[in-house]
């Protein structure tokens, strides 16, 4: 079975940082893409970040320069280093994992909560 930990959210201080991680089971992990996705209440899902299985990283524009996604393929986990964290990365985030051919199926995790405070 697929499964998905993700880790290491918290409550910080504006400007601060944090690093999640996500540890993958149940897949050949040298076969997904991995991303970090991030939900606020009453809002939708969004995509923060993507690393590809060749280690190709891709940001959505509100986190470049800001935050890093990496992967480590000994230990199957990616990880998302987020710095200069302001209250609006307020968000459950959530790890995903998608194979890498066009229209494989969505994994994720239960999620990790980041608060950020002013």
């Known amino acids: 079975q697929v499964r998905l930990v993700e880790s290491g959210g918290a409550s910080v201080q504006s400007g601060g940082s944090l690093r999640l991680s996500c540890a993958a089971s149940?897949?050949?992990?040298?076969?997904?893409?991995m991303g970090w996705y991030r939900q606020a209440p009453g809002k939708e899902r969004e995509l923060v970040a993507v690393i590809s299985h060749g280690g190709r990283p891709m940001y959505a524009d509100f986190v470049k320069f800001r935050f890093t996604i990496s992967r480590d393929i000994d230990n199957e986990r990616v990880y998302l280093q987020m710095d200069s964290l302001t209250p609006e990365d307020t968000a459950v985030y959530y790890c995903?994992?998608?194979?890498?051919?066009?229209?494989?199926?969505?994994?994720w995790g239960q999620g990790t909560q980041v608060t950020v405070t002013s």
């Open positions: 149940g897949i050949n992990f040298d076969r997904y893409n």
């Open positions: 995903n994992a998608k194979f890498w051919t066009y229209g494989s199926s969505n994994y």
